[in-house]
């Protein structure tokens, strides 16, 4: 019985009956790796196909993981990167490109060590675990919605939609609760608290962040480039540089998810958008003193379009109260510094995240202090394991999260003692 690398495995006791519910990223990984160290797996999935929510992963594309050092992992993990240190260690980054690569699924490094499948298919990285999966012998069962998990004398009853199955171990890989019409809808934690479990408060994250002012149509296309949002409150202040976009009502891109998910358990946050992180103020206000020399008999919008993406225009006029109509002769020393003032630190007015649904990944679940890092496995009730999104572990986007899933499904896999 060997797992990863031909090392030999910790299996103590092979051919259990492992009941996996959930047949997303985790659970699928999960239960391959158990079935060929010997297991007979059942993955119960509630969807009538596997991996609904990988498929919309990296839009579409599978950001599958990243290529960097497994320490790296553990910094870009924002809620409990410490209990991660032990499921990294024996399946890291290196190894989810090295399976894939050998498992049929070619994969590629980009921008940022993100990695996706040379296809840029998230299909293909589901295909690559339904046919592993099979080829294992992982007996899947679709449309099997799990309503109750009860332990019995030699082992745990499993109640889903097709009637019930008995397993000496149970495995929980059911993610979230966000994107819920992917099937992850949160069930897990209601299993978990059955058997004693505490589940951290759960708080949307990598989400859009709503703000008051109204968003115009013409925005919704935009993408602003290497600008700085800041937060702060009380004594909490981050910075984060990057890329933005903006739907109705939110701001979203990479620099609005990634502040989401630090900004998720504060009250009031106060914003403010950098347009120009790149020039101090002395730069800036040069550049202004510039433009209004070129442009003679100009008006103050023609100069913001030198400054700012046509399509933004509006909106930081009527919000920063700048008069786009006024003549540049007419600008005064005044106007400049209250130009200066909110290109440098436009203020963004806070309306909260939006709904857990609309993140990409939920923060908080399953208490990891009642979990083994190193197996898995519940230390409230032996023979109950916690995979992937279940737990109360969340990363920013860059393809840790799907790490994590696969990391923790490793770990479980190989500890099923
Ligand atoms: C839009 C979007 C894009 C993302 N992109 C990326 C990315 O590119 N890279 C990255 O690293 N992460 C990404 N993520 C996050 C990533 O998808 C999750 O971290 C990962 O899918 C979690 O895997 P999981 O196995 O824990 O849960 P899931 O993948 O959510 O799987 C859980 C499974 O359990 C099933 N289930 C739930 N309850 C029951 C029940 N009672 N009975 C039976 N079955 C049940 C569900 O139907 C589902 O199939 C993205 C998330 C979203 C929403």
């Keep these: 019985m060997r797992a990863k690398g031909g090392k030999k495995s910790s299996i103590l006791n ?53 290529n960097c050092p497994n320490n790296e992992v553990i910094e870009k993990t924002i809620t409990n990167p410490k209990f991660l240190y032990s499921a990294l260690s024996s399946f890291g980054p290196k190894d989810t490109i090295e399976w894939f690569s050998s498992h049929g699924c070619e994969l590629k490094t980009e921008r940022g060590n993100r990695v996706f499948p040379i296809s840029d298919k998230a299909s293909d990285i589901v295909d690559t675990l339904l046919t592993n999966a099979k080829n294992s012998g992982v007996k899947i069962l679709y449309k099997q919605k799990v309503y109750a998990i009860s332990k019995e004398e030699n082992g745990f ?56 002012e109204e968003v115009r149509k013409q925005m919704l296309s935009l993408t602003l480039k290497n600008v700085a949002l800041t937060a702060k409150e009380g004594k909490f202040r981050k910075t ?31 914003l403010r958008l950098d347009f120009k992180p790149a ?61 200066i003032e909110n290109l440098k630190r436009f203020p963004l007015t806070y309306n909260g995240l939006e709904s857990i649904d609309k993140g ?13 890092s190193k197996t898995m496995e519940s230390k409230l009730t032996r023979g109950v394991y916690f995979i992937g999104e279940v737990l109360d572990v969340d990363a920013f986007t860059g393809g840790y999260n799907l790490q994590i899933a696969l990391s923790t499904a490793y770990a479980a896999a190989t500890h099923l003692e």
Excluded at 180 to 191: A, K, M, Q, R
Excluded at 248 to 263: K, R
Excluded at 297 to 317: R, T
């Design 14 to 66: 092979p051919d259990m009956k492992i009941v996996c519910i959930g047949a997303g990223a985790s659970g699928l990984f999960f239960s391959i790796i158990a079935s060929r160290l010997g297991h007979e797996v059942t993955l119960l999935e509630s969807n009538d196909k596997v991996g609904r929510k990988l498929m919309i992963t990296g839009k579409g594309r599978c950001n599958i993981t990243n």
């Design 360 to 372: 990409i990944i939920t923060s908080g679940g399953v208490n990891v202090r009642e979990v083994d």
């Design 279 to 339: 020039l101090d103020e002395e730069k800036l206000k040069n550049r202004i003193l510039r433009e209004i020399e070129k442009r003679h008999g100009e008006d103050v919008g023609s100069m913001l379009e030198s400054l700012l993406p046509y399509e933004i225009i509006d909106f930081f006029a009527e919000y920063s109260n700048t008069l786009i109509r006024t003549k540049l002769s007419e600008f005064t020393k005044s106007d400049r510094n209250r130009l």
């Design 240 to 270: 984060i540089f990057g890329d933005m976009e903006f739907l109705p009502g939110s701001i979203s891109g990479p620099i609005s998810l990634s502040m989401s998910s630090l900004i998720n358990k504060l009250g009031k946050v106060e």
């Design 157 to 212: 009853k499993v109640v889903s939609r097709g009637g019930d199955s008995y397993c000496d171990k149970v495995v929980i890989a059911t993610g979230g609760k966000s994107y819920p019409l992917t099937g992850s809808t949160g069930d897990g934690y209601f299993f978990a608290k059955q058997f004693g479990h505490t589940i951290t408060p759960l708080f949307p994250a990598l989400c859009p962040i709503k703000i008051k």
